[in-house]
């Protein structure tokens, strides 16, 4: 391509492109090429190549280097990135750069190290022999290995996973191989039911865009649907986006799809990878290696030349929303991309948002339903609800729960108590006179961790050591109010002795390998009780947990977002879907004050269409998403006058807008945030919505600029485009 400039995407602050020359270098289009920038290099990407350099005003500076370690990205993943710049309002360069792997926002060239390999044992027993009995740790690693593992998947079942198979290697015990290379047999396809074979033979026959919402209750056996398309996808010689929520088992979704597909190069995008593993599997789903793409939410933007298809599993999750930075959903994206590059998208849930629901009851989306769990004669747990009235708790729980723990853990299977709450106390409260310990830093109470002494802000991660007088009134009896995982953990232990009781909370799994080491103690039947925060309730399978005890529920059901009844009623289907899933029925108990909540009775109908239609009906009759597209500027600044005082200019670039344009939208005044402050900083934000998408959209293209413009001094603002969290 001829013209000696070049229009440049960088990831700075500016919503611009910046012209250079191209001196002696012939960048092309999509090539990664260094710049001056001021006194700094920085790496950018190439948008255009010209004649001139636009309206960069001043002498044009020459590219410094062009980088080959990157192939020029096609045309697709540049038109995907602008769609995405332009859908958000957020700088082309930060969108791009959030879209490639670290390694290619750095100056210096990207290396690619020696090709992945797989280890595994062709002789465990041999490898076991050679490991002292009471090295749990390397036998629970050299267990592993009777599955070909690549260097991360054994890094996450032990940070020294790597360092053994070394040595192993080195004695001959273990083996080595290419990861492509074809090292067992395939799993079995299992016999699918009629609901499974139809959504099967629809997916795997349709052409073109077509989107899909596999509305699958939990245990239906949705990733066989997908494992079972998936197959037939890559006989056509077309590669797989599979898009998986930010959660802890991405390792054993991994690992059944490595068995179904062992010959077939796999490319996980996840952040238990390190940046060079993230670039070298980047650069195989590029390269068209890698036929299958496993990965979070920022795998979306993953080039992909030969995609065939995009599956999106648990489309209803949060996480595929980015909450800061580059507000984006995945899933929406997914939506986008799956249409310009014209092939079948696949959204799967047992609670599918509202957002897609409604899109499939417009005829937008196939719904293919299965409405039976899979394993024969497993069905789906029963729900009791418990009332809880103060005078008849113990500690916390009905006397009912406490009848029901005792008959499972006699039967000698696991009980899960689900309590979304970490700590020992989420109230730390003076007897006398009513005060709380709160943060200095937030509006928000501070949570007594009793183990480390220890009193704890979740929003802002200030602690301090636990007062034992209260700072108004000098009373030494403080008393903790409330109960969390911790407190939880240490009542069980006094009802249930002799029970191995296993936390699992953000606090315990805090380290690297933690995690799986307790899901390892479940799977081995070690542990008999469980306490569980939101990280257990999804998509683990425990073969003996029949009993799910789920308290607090009712926190959910009334919070200013008109989304929390929709999340409370995915996470109790999650937690509920963990109970039951072979032949043993599972039972769920739910300690509720609010037994006649609607809410409940759809629960407890263990049927979310008629949960989804109400909803939907309320959303459109009171004009909430997706009856209606929302855009929500947030500012913070240090005092809440200059936070509401920056969304008043903001507001005021939209009343300036055409007549036409202004019409659809409404306008709403700033207020203060619910939680107004947090981390020292005071917040505010401003909600402006329309009938539709485009009208939205119209309007912030042109008010944009005038926003971009705003003086700010100490505060900032940030846009989020269809918010999930208000
Ligand atoms: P979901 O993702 O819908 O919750 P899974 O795909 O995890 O469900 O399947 C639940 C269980 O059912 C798994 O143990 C899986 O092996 C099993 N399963 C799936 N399909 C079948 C089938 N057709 N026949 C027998 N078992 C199945
Ligand atoms: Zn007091
Ligand atoms: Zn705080």
Redesign the pocket.
């Known amino acids: 391509m001829s013209g000696s400039f070049v229009m440049v995407a960088l990831d700075v602050p500016l919503n611009r492109l910046f012209g250079y020359g191209v001196g002696d270098f012939d960048p092309q289009v999509g090539q990664r090429v260094i710049v001056p920038f001021g006194p700094r290099q920085l790496s950018g990407l190439v948008i255009e190549r010209r004649a001139d350099a636009g309206d960069f005003t001043g002498k044009t500076r020459n590219i410094l280097a062009v980088r080959d370690d990157l192939p020029a990205l096609p045309a697709a993943t540049l038109a995907l990135c602008q769609f995405v710049a332009d859908y958000y309002h957020h700088p082309l360069g930060a969108v791009i750069s959030s879209a490639l792997p670290t390694v290619f926002r750095n100056v210096p060239a990207f290396k690619a190290p020696a090709p992945a390999c797989v280890y595994y044992t062709p002789d465990l027993a041999q490898l076991l022999a050679s490991i002292g009995k009471r090295a749990h740790a390397q036998r629970r690693v050299a267990e592993s290995l009777a599955l070909p593992h690549t260097p991360a998947a054994l890094r996450r079942v032990h940070d020294s996973g790597v360092k053994w198979a070394k040595g192993w290697l080195e004695a001959g015990l273990i083996c080595t191989a290419a990861e492509t290379s074809l090292l067992a047999a395939p799993s079995p396809c ?4 009629s609901e ?1 074979s139809y959504a099967v033979s629809q997916l795997s026959s349709a052409q073109g865009f077509q989107p899909f919402l596999l509305y ?10 997908y494992l079972q398309t998936i197959a037939a996808v890559l006989a056509r010689n077309e590669q797989v986006l599979v898009l998986i929520p930010e959660i802890n088992l991405t390792p054993q979704l991994e690992g059944r799809f490595r068995a179904r597909f062992p010959g077939v190069h796999m490319a996980c995008l996840h952040s238990g990878l390190n940046d060079t593993e993230r670039a070298v599997n980047w650069l195989a789903a590029l390269s068209g290696d890698a036929r299958i793409v496993l990965g979070t939410r920022l795998a979306v933007f993953t080039p992909l030349p030969q995609l065939g298809m995009i599956v999106v ?1 648990e489309e209803h999750d949060p996480s595929f929303k980015q909450q800061d930075g580059l507000r984006y959903s995945a899933r929406d994206v997914a939506v986008y991309r799956a249409r310009t590059v014209d092939v079948p998208i696949v959204l ?1 849930s ?1 609670t599918p948002s509202i957002e897609s629901w409604a899109n499939a009851r417009a005829g937008r989306y196939d719904i293919l339903p ?1 409405r039976e ?4 004669g ?1 069905v789906l747990p029963k729900i009791t609800l418990l009332p809880v009235k103060k005078a008849g708790l113990i500690d916390g729980f009905n006397r009912m729960a406490f009848a029901k723990m005792h008959e499972v853990l006699e039967r000698g299977e696991q009980v899960l108590v689900f309590i979304n709450r970490r700590g020992y106390s989420p109230v730390l409260q003076c007897g006398e006179c009513g005060w709380m310990a709160s943060c200095k830093h937030c509006s928000a109470r501070l949570v007594l961790h009793l183990r480390d002494r220890r009193l704890r802000c979740h929003h802002c991660g200030f602690e301090e050591a636990i007062t034992h007088a209260c700072p108004d009134c000098g009373n030494q009896d403080l008393k903790p109010v409330g109960q969390g995982t911790q407190r939880l953990e240490e009542s069980l232990a006094t009802h249930f002795p002799g029970k191995t009781i296993l936390r699992i909370d953000r606090d315990s799994t805090r380290r690297k390998g933690e995690m799986d080491a307790a899901l390892a103690q479940v799977h081995s039947g070690e542990a008999d009780i469980l306490i569980g925060t939101q990280m257990l309730a999804k ?1 683990h ?1 425990f073969d003996r947990l029949n009993l799910v005890i789920a308290l607090n529920a009712d926190t959910g059901l009334f919070s200013v977002d008109f989304r929390a009844e929709e999340r409370l009623f995915a996470l109790l289907t999650q937690v509920a ?1 963990r109970a039951g ?1 072979r032949e043993t029925p599972g039972e769920v108990m739910i300690q509720t004050a609010f037994a006649d909540h609607p809410f409940y009775h759809q629960l407890l109908g263990r049927d979310y269409t008629p949960f989804a239609e109400r909803t939907l009906q309320e959303r459109t009759e009171m004009l909430l998403p997706p009856a209606a597209a929302w855009a929500l500027f947030r500012a913070e600044a240090p005092d809440i006058e200059l936070a509401l005082g920056i969304l008043k200019l903001i507001r005021a670039c939209f009343e300036q807008l055409d007549g036409s344009l202004l019409q659809p939208i409404t306008l709403n005044q700033p207020v203060a945030a619910t939680m107004v402050k947090r981390a020292g900083v005071e917040r505010a934000q401003l909600l402006i919505a329309a009938p539709q998408r485009a009208q939205l959209q119209r309007a912030l293209h042109q008010a944009m600029p005038h926003v971009e413009v705003i003086k700010t001094g100490k505060g900032r603002w940030t846009l989020d485009v269809d918010p999930i969290e208000i």
């Open positions: 299992l016999p699918l039911n499974q699958g209750i939990t245990g239906s056996g949705k990733t066989e649907v599993d799967g047992a299965l769990r899979a394993v024969r497993a998509g399978d879907g899933r």
